[in-house]
Nanobody, 119 residues
Framework: QVQLVESGGGLVQPGGSLRLSCAAS????????MGWYRQAPGKQRELVAA???????NYVDSVKGRFTISRDNAKNTVYLQMNSLKPEDTAVYYC?????????????WGQGTQVTVSS
């Protein structure tokens, strides 16, 4: 069974840092783009950062210069290093991956991890 498992969320004070991890497991032929989305209460889910299999990245403007996305292809894992966190970064963060598996190519989502930025 193919799945994405996230870790690393929690409560942090403004200005602090957190690192999210997301590991893909199961029989996977290839992982294409990977990324992180977030959804705050009462708001739509938005793309935070994405990275291609070749390492190209893009970020939503509000996190540029503060967040860094990276991936370890050998471990089928994507990371999100979040620095200088602000209260407005509070949300549930979801990992996403577009992957080729036995049945075809599909989008997969993690279960979500809560990030709360508060003093």
């Amino acid at each position: 069974q193919v799945q994405l498992v996230e870790s690393g969320g929690g409560l942090v004070q403004p200005g602090g840092s957190l690192r999210l991890s997301c590991a893909a497991s199961g029989i996977i032929f290839k992982i294409y783009a990977m990324g992180w989305y977030r959804q705050a209460p009462g708001k739509q889910r938005e793309l935070v950062a994405a990275i291609t299999s070749g390492g190209s990245t893009n970020y939503v403007d509000s996190v540029k210069g503060r967040f860094t996305i990276s991936r370890d292809n050998a471990k089928n894992t994507v990371y999100l290093q979040m620095n200088s966190l602000k209260p407005e970064d509070t949300a549930v963060y979801y990992c996403h991956a577009n992957m080729a598996v036995a049945a075809g190519r599909y989008d997969y989502w993690g279960q979500g991890t809560q990030v709360t930025v508060s003093s």
